[in-house]
Structures are given as C-alpha cells and as structure tokens.
C-alpha cells in the first residue's frame, strides 16, 4: 500500500511538471550533524468576493438543502447556495441575489515527489571554510515529515531532514547542492550559527513572561516525521543561554533537564508519548530582568522572541480582547479601531428582521429555526420582527448569538472583581463611543453581550436564548449580506437563569461607576430568576424525554445548575435568604467538581456573613483539590499541559491542547483562593504550550 501511495504521488508529480515547483522555504541546521530543508508544496490564493459579471456559457445551478430567506421583501423556501458552471467545470459561487461572485479556489504548483525527496543521493553538501565538507558529501539517513497546511489540504509542508556524516562549523557557509528533486531552487547556500539562527528544536511561549512569574520555562524536542525520535542530549548535557534579542548579551545561563524519554510517556489517557520523542526542558526562573530574549541551545540554535516585561500578559490579553471585540454583532467596525472595516451587520434600522420563534434554544441550533420557520411559511401569518434584536456576540464561523456567550461576561467580571483597581487602569482597543465613558473597558466589554440579552427580555422576565438563522452562512454573504430569515429562540430557563447571574454580578460590581444602568441590570436579573421558576419554564425543561430536543436527559441538570448560578450572584447582590437557600443546594447530589468549578470559586468568594462557613470552607477544598489533580497531571506530562479532569481524554469540554479548558481555570482560582505559589506557577505553565512552546513553535487561537 506504501509503495502504491508513493508510486501515485510520483505520478501526480509528473502530470504536474508544467506547474511551478515546490518552494524551498528554509535550508538550516537544526542540530549539529541535521539538517532541516523547509519545502512548501502547492499554494492556493484565497479568491475574494467581487461583483459577478456573467459570461457566456453560464449556467446558475442551486446547491445544498433549502433554507428559508428572505428574496423581494417575502420568505421564501430555496437552496441554500447557488454554483456557476460552464458545462461540468463549476467556475465559481454567486451570492443569492446573483451580485457577488467568488471564484473556485484552485491550487497552482507542484507536489513534492516523495520518493526522490528521500533519496540521499538526492542531495550533496560541499563547504569551503570546512574541511570535512570540502567535498560534495551526501548524507547518511534522509527523514521526511510531512503536514497538510492549507485549504481541504490542497498544499502541504514537507521537512527533509539530512543526517550528516561529521558534525557541522560554527560560522561556516555551506552549499546543499540538490538534483533529481523538482524544487524551485536546486543550489541553497547557509551560514551554521545556531546562536542566531532560529531553531525547530527549541520552544518557548511567545507571549513570554512577567519578571516575578515563578516559572520560566522553554523546552526541546525534534521528531522527524518517518525518522522517528531523536534525543537531542543524548551524547551529552545540553547546554541553553538566554540571550538578550538585541544586544546578543548572556543574561542566563544553565543546563537542560530530561522531560521524557524517546520511549517514555505521558500521564495522560492512553499513555502516550505526546511528542513522539525525548523532550528536555529549560528553567530559566531566576532570570526577572526585563527584556526581549531568545533562548539559545548550544547546536540546536534559538527560540523565537519572547519579552520578560510588566505587560507581556496584559499585551496578550489586550490581542484575545480584540479578537472577541470582532465578534461583536450590531456596530461598524471601522478601521481605525481594527486596522480594516466592517460594515454594521445584523441591525434592524438597516432592514434587518429578527423574527420571534416558539422554539427555545434547547430545541436544537440552525435545525429547530429552519423548522420553525418552515412552520411560519405553512401557516401563513408572519409574526412582527423585534426592533430590539440585535447585538451580542457572533458564533465561530457565523453569525449565531446564543446564550452560552454569556458565559463569556461572567468571565470577564470574574477576573475584574479579582483587582478592580488594576482593570480600571488597563485600556482596550474599543468603539470610539465606549473609550473615555468613565467605565473601566473591561466592564465595557462585559456589558456587551449582558446588554444584548437584556434586550432579549421578555415583559414577564423569560429571556430569549439568543438569534440564530435557518442554516450556517450562505457562500459569498458576509454578516452584513445575510439574506437568510432570522430567528429569536423563545426564552427558556437556562438562558433565563444565566442571564440572571451575569446580570446581576454586573449590578454588583458596576454599582459605583454606572449606578443606573447596573440598577436596572439587578432589577433585570431578579426577574429573569423569578420567571425560571414559573410552571411554564419548568415545563420546557421538564417534557418527556423524547420531547426535551437536543440536550435531552441533561435539561434538569444544566436548569438546577444555572439555578446555583444565578442564586449566587444574586444573593452576592441582595444578601436575601431565597438566594442563600438556593445557593447551597450546590453541595447538594452528586455532582463532580470540575463540573461546578466556576460555581465552587463564586461561593467561596461570597462575603463571610452571606454564607455557610462550613460550606464555603468545603467549596474552596473542592477547588484546590480540583487545583492538585491539575499540578498531578502537569508533572506526568512533558508540556506542562494541565486539566481538572484528568481521567478524560484530551477532548471535548477537556481540551483539544489549545484551548481555556486545558489550561485549567482552576489553577488561578486555587491561587486566588489560597494565594499559593504553586498554583501561579502551574497556571503559567500550563499556558506555555498553546502560546508557542510546542513543537509547531506556533501560537494556537480558538
């Protein structure tokens, strides 16, 4: 079957001789007697909406399953996407109203050829100033990795690793001569200077460190695809030095430390070995002078840039708060703010309807809108839009405002209520109308998407679970283009209940900087806590199971525990006895704590004389418990990896070792809780891995 693959691949190739060659991206030594030969194979342009200008020939043909739209002021049922072709070749796709236009994205360029690629012979290594390599040399052992790093892995990184016969000279320039490889460049010359070079071996977070972080760590492996493991310090201590970026000074020097052996694993479920290889680490903690630095490794060469600086996590979390700003619904973003502009989207003075539908959130996504608006087209009569809707943040890829987002407000006021004073003086970048209001921007950002469900409140206090449309975008309709019929979920009470507690910490917290908007936020949640109660919302939580839609069996739960929620943060508001009552019912049952980790920490942070010492005692137990499994499992990984749930595998609410989840949120609430060190350290570490101290050395998002 290999041999097949690699035959076919060669074939590909040479159909598609006539196009560019692979692009040779980097040719350097990642190691003493290794060396690295970056090719990028295929590109494919990323085609840009323009307006359709029809050729001869064209034919618009629909695509996908119906959706309900709206077309000439009228609902309507019709495909969701539409295609132009010529003949059988599809030349693109056309926006619903046939104004835009995007062509098919088409890959241009060659593929690697496989098979020569791992042909030493392939390659010759001649240098002048070093005398092993007078003569053109071949390499030992070829090793090639290979990952797919484009549209429907239409293009792919590959990396040739040569092994050497003698070691390599520090300042020495050599010539990697290559034939029978169709690259774009068959003669590479390279200067070896791992001191300041970049190196693939070497890690560390790009966010970089505070001075008084209580751990500083970068570490080291190499795997080389179907080469297999390397240990980088297997003849020998590896040396590392922190070097400042600028002046090339030695401001640290050390030794690394074996993580893992190449035959080792991780603590972690299935008892794999996360990297594939040895896996050093490099503490460099006792360095506090501030600075741009790299981290150099004696033959392996540098990390990237990090600072040791007073603002390198406010610097980090001023990016991650733009981020969220983009998702913002309902306003223009205009350059000066973003760097490029977005029209107002989703707003009804631009014309925009947001129909109520008589389905809840818990009913399903996209699915339960089309069906509810496949039930307004047979009935015939459509409702009146709301002139409220609008606002909140965007889902991931499009244009849906649900309720979990106000989890993202909770969030923020979590950590704003750690050190008012510290977000009070910490700008973000925000809308022209929200800078300068007498709000610290952090609560701006908070009442954001509170605002928006705030909005969504119904007169007897239910509030909506946010808008979503009958299907995922349409192709070549931006938020500000959609044509598809929007849907306002019916209030339900879970929506109902975290909406509650979001408002109502608010309330609390912004009491003394938006006196009158926080009042009418604390009146807001005391009524959307009332109605969850009611006969009626009980009832959409409490049908049948084969009636309960999407979250099925798990409605009473999640109620019962956004109850707690809200009981919280409303008893932190009023001090009244129904919340406190309410509010213990979390140590109550049988629930893990990983599950009510947010609900444990808010407990115990109550004011001493609103709750049960007993009980807050036991909520910060179960948290820094929660705290030490998360320590227990970092110590049994190489990467510093952390979770509160340490018998799951790595996905779903876990983590997928880029997102929040594996980071471990209660590692700072133990250190907030306990203030001790371990559990800052362990939360800073925990966040080297997806912020570039991994082995793609790149920065991950979500």
């Known amino acids: 079957m290999r041999a097949l693959l690699l035959t076919g691949l060669s074939l590909l190739s040479l159909l598609s001789a006539a196009e560019a060659p692979p692009r040779v991206v980097l040719v350097a030594a990642v190691a003493p007697d290794l060396v690295a030969l970056r090719i990028q194979e295929r590109e494919v342009p990323r085609q840009a909406n323009v307006p359709y200008v029809a050729q001869a020939g064209d ?4 695509k996908d399953k119906p959706v309900v739209a709206w077309r000439d002021g009228k609902l309507v049922s019709e495909a969701k996407g539409f295609e132009v072709k010529q003949g059988k070749t599809v030349r693109g796709a056309i926006s619903p109203d046939r104004q835009r236009f995007r062509p098919e994205d088409e890959g241009t360029g060659a593929w690697l050829d496989l098979a020569a690629a791992r042909t030493a012979t392939t390659y010759a290594l001649t240098s002048a100033d070093d005398p092993a390599y007078a003569k053109a040399t071949t390499p030992t052992a070829v090793s090639l990795k290979r990952k797919p790093n484009g549209l429907r892995s239409r293009t792919a990184m590959s990396v040739v690793y040569l092994r050497l016969p003698s070691v390599l000279r520090e300042g020495a320039t050599y010539t990697l001569a290559i034939d029978g490889l169709e690259v774009d460049r068959r003669d590479l010359s390279f200067v070896h200077a791992p001191r300041t070079q970049r190196g693939e071996a070497v890690h560390v977070s790009h966010i970089g460190f505070h001075p008084q972080d209580p751990q500083k760590i970068g570490r080291i492996s190499l795997w080389l695809g179907d080469g297999g493991a390397v240990d980088l310090g297997a ?71 990090f600072p040791i600086a007073d603002t390198a996590w406010a610097e980090a979390f001023g990016i991650s708060m733009q981020g969220l700003l983009s998702h913002r619904s309902g306003i223009a973003l205009p350059k000066d703010v973003m760097g490029y502009e977005r029209p107002r989207n989703m707003h009804p003075a631009d014309g925009v309807r947001v129909l109520p539908i ?18 307004i087209l047979a009935g015939g009569s459509i409702p009146e839009p709301l002139p409220r809707a609008w606002g909140g943040y965007m889902d991931a890829g499009d244009w849906d405002r649900r309720s979990q987002h106000l989890m993202v407000g909770l969030g923020l006021l979590e950590i704003y209520e750690v050190n008012p004073a510290y977000w009070r003086d910490l700008a973000l970048v925000l809308p022209a109308e929200e800078r300068g209001n007498g709000l610290p921007d952090l609560l701006d950002e908070a009442r954001w998407v509170i605002d928006f469900y705030h909005r969504m409140q119904e007169a007897d206090g239910g509030v909506r679970g946010g808008i979503e449309s009958t299907s995922h975008p349409r192709p070549v309709e931006a938020s500000w283009q959609e044509s598809l019929a929007l849907g306002a979920f019916a209030p339900d ?42 006969p009626s919302a009980l009832a959409i939580v409490d049908r049948p199971d084969d009636q309960k839609g999407k979250k099925g069996k798990d409605l009473p739960a999640q109620t019962a525990l956004a109850r707690i929620r809200a009981a ?16 213990d ?26 709750a049960d010492a007993a009980l807050q005692q036991r909520a910060r137990a179960d948290l820094l418990k929660l705290a030490d499994g998360a320590l227990a499992f970092q110590a049994g990984n190489a990467w ?19 997102v929040p989840g594996m980071i471990s949120r209660c590692l700072p609430r133990a250190y907030i809780l306990s203030g001790e060190a371990k559990y800052l350290a362990g939360t800073v570490t925990s966040c080297g891995f997806a912020a570039g101290g991994n082995p793609d050395n790149r920065a991950y998002t979500t």
């Not at 034919?59 to 629909?62: D, F, M, S, T």
């Open 59 to 62: 034919e618009i043909v629909p």
């Open 235 to 305: 003849a020998g201590p590896l040396s590392a030095e922190v070097i400042d970026e600028a002046s090339g000074e030695t401001v640290w020097s050390g030794t690394a430390t074996r993580l893992r052996e190449t035959t080792g694993s991780d603590a972690v479920v299935g008892k794999i070995n996360l990297a594939k290889t040895a896996v050093y680490g490099v503490d460099f903690s006792a360095l506090t002078r501030p600075g741009r630095y790299r981290l150099f490794v004696a033959g392996l060469g540098c990390s990237d840039p």
């Open 358 to 375: 008589t389905r809840t959130m818990l009913d399903g996504e996209s699915g339960a809108v089309l069906a509810s608006f496949t039930d």
């Open 493 to 534: 009470p879970i929506s109902s209940l975290n909406f509650a507690a979001a408002a109502a910490c608010y309330a609390r917290l912004a009491a003394d900087v938006d006196a009158d908007h926080a009042k009418a936020l604390g009146d807001a949640a005391v009524r959307a806590y009332a109605w969850a109660g009611t």
């Open 568 to 583: 919280i943060h409303l008893l932190a508001l009023t001090g009244e006895a129904e919340y406190r009552t309410a509010a």
């Open 585 to 610: 019912v979390l140590f109550t049952g049988d629930r893990r704590p990983e599950q009510v980790e947010d609900l444990l920490f808010a407990y115990a942070r109550l004011r001493p004389d609103l």
């Open 640 to 658: 510093g990896l952390a979770t509160s749930a340490p018998s799951l595998p790595l996905m779903g609410y876990v983590g997928y070792l880029s």
